[in-house]
């Protein structure tokens, strides 16, 4: 069976009421009456007191007909008993023969006081009566009982209850009025947390919770509020991801035509001796060529991703900024003679780079193969510089130069630059080089102006001691 959480609330609430005042009356109403007859015997034994101080020590002119007036008025009616419990005074019959318990009798016997609270059956009424031991000459005659209904008493707690019973009423009426105020705020605000789980369940991220530092429900609201903004960054980052796998899809797609187009249509033109036999050494190393092209295509996208996910690791030394500039003169200096390019290095002795000795060099090697890309007839300089906090590696070419609004978009994979740069492309080399520097801790900076060559500046921290 379902039952709304409104309802649930108020029942509680109500529920815990009653038991408390419940509990609390009948402690209470307990409390009052305990207090009604403890007073009631504690005035019927004062009197019993000044009655046996009569009978053990008579003063001139006492008389205890003189209490029985008093007494009567105050409707408490008292006797005199011997030891056989019969009645010595008064005389009128006004009581019936005193019939104590055993038990009784041995309080009486001890000197003590004896307090009966409420009697039902031994009186005409329900009374409240007090035994006072009469000692003659130190030797027990009997006692003096004093008696008194409980008639006024018991109307006095009647009466309380009844108040009790209106007050608690009244006080239930007021706490249904606060509790449905309060049930109502509460249940609201779970209904608002209600409807942000839904829309958030829905795909919909763009909820706003009150905050607080309250309760724990306003805990609760900020929780909910960070989930669904990270939920959002999340989906708007899949999105992001899902848009750059299809752009990747498409740029890989696109690369990949050219080069396997070339190479079907010499294969085709090969079989069907469609290509003179002069030209067949040229097909061939184009097929080779774009070969190659597709290989390393695909190399770099491999390490790329490797890249991307953490799963390179490097292996850092120090290395002799003369060889290592050395190494990549060796690599392309021929790929830059094809073009009519030199490549120089300046480099100081004992100049040390601290870095992976491999990633170094496919760094260096990607940048300087975009230098010889968009350089003719031109110098590519390799250079480096001591900072104090790090170490300066220059690639400068005296080429064509990038426009300055394409600076920026140089690291992107496969990005092709303006048409003015003829049919130049980036292709994966340089993102790789953002990501291996950025491995380094380091940062890589490019300055440039169009047709006036471009500078790689890389900055890589020293060792730490």
């Known amino acids: 069976m379902r039952i709304k959480y409104f309802y649930q609330l108020i029942a509680s609430h109500l529920s815990v009421l009653l038991i408390a005042f419940l509990i609390l009356s009948l402690l209470f109403v307990q409390y009052v009456g305990d207090f009604a007859y403890e007073e009631k015997a504690e005035e019927l034994e004062s009197y019993g007191e000044q009655i046996l101080s009569d009978l053990q020590r008579p003063r001139p002119g006492s008389d205890l007909q003189s209490y029985v007036s008093i007494l009567e008025a105050q409707n408490i009616n008292f006797i005199v008993f011997d030891q056989q419990s019969r009645i010595l005074y008064p005389d009128s019959g006004a009581f019936p023969p005193v019939e104590l318990t055993a038990e009784e009798w041995n309080v009486i016997e001890q000197g003590e006081t004896l307090v ?3 009697d039902v059956e031994r009186f005409e009424n329900t009374v409240t009566f007090v035994a006072l031991p009469y000692v003659d ?3 027990l005659v009997g006692g003096v009982l004093l008696a008194s209904p409980v008639s006024g008493t018991s109307e006095m707690i009647s009466e309380l209850n009844w108040t009790l019973v209106t007050v608690s009423l009244l006080a239930l009426a007021i706490a249904l009025l606060l509790s449905l105020l309060l ?3 509460h249940v609201s605000r779970i209904q608002r947390m209600q409807k942000a789980t839904s829309m958030i369940s829905e795909g919909r991220y763009d909820v706003d919770l009150p905050e607080s530092n309250f309760d724990e429900i306003g805990d609760l609201s900020r929780d909910i509020n960070k ?3 990270n939920l959002q960054q999340s ?3 899949i999105e992001r991801l899902e848009n750059r796998r299809r752009q990747f899809m498409a740029d890989v797609s696109h690369e990949m035509r050219t080069p396997l187009t070339t190479i079907a249509g010499v ?8 290509i003179e036999e002069a030209q067949k050494d040229k097909g061939i190393r184009l097929v080779s060529d774009e070969t190659k092209r597709l290989m390393r295509l695909v190399n770099e996208n491999l390490d790329y991703e490797k890249i991307r996910s953490n799963q390179v690791t490097l292996t850092k030394e120090e290395i002799e900024a003369e060889e290592l500039f050395e190494i990549i003169q060796e690599q392309l200096e021929m790929q830059a003679a094809e ?9 100081k002795e004992g100049q040390v780079i601290y870095g992976d000795m491999d990633r170094l060099i496919q760094v260096l090697v990607n940048i300087v193969k975009n230098s010889i890309q968009f350089t003719e007839n031109g110098l590519i300089t390799l250079r480096s510089s001591s900072e104090p906090e790090f170490m300066l590696i220059e690639v400068e070419d005296t080429g064509s130069g990038i426009d300055v609004e394409e600076i920026d978009q140089i690291w992107r994979r496969f990005y092709k630059s303006d048409v003015s740069r003829g049919s130049g492309q980036f292709g994966l080399g340089l993102s790789i080089v953002k990501q291996l520097i950025t491995l380094h801790d380091g940062d890589v900076q490019v300055e440039s102006e169009k047709d006036r060559g471009t500078k790689f500046q890389i900055r890589l921290p020293h060792k730490n001691d």
């Open 183 to 185: 049930s109502k705020l």
């Open 116 to 118: 009966v609270n409420r």
């Open 227 to 229: 989930m669904a903004l």
């Open 339 to 347: 073009k009519g390019n030199r490549i120089e290095t300046a480099a």
């Open 137 to 139: 000459n130190g030797r």
């Open 235 to 237: 989906n708007e980052e």
């Open 267 to 274: 294969i085709e033109g090969l079989r069907n001796n469609m």
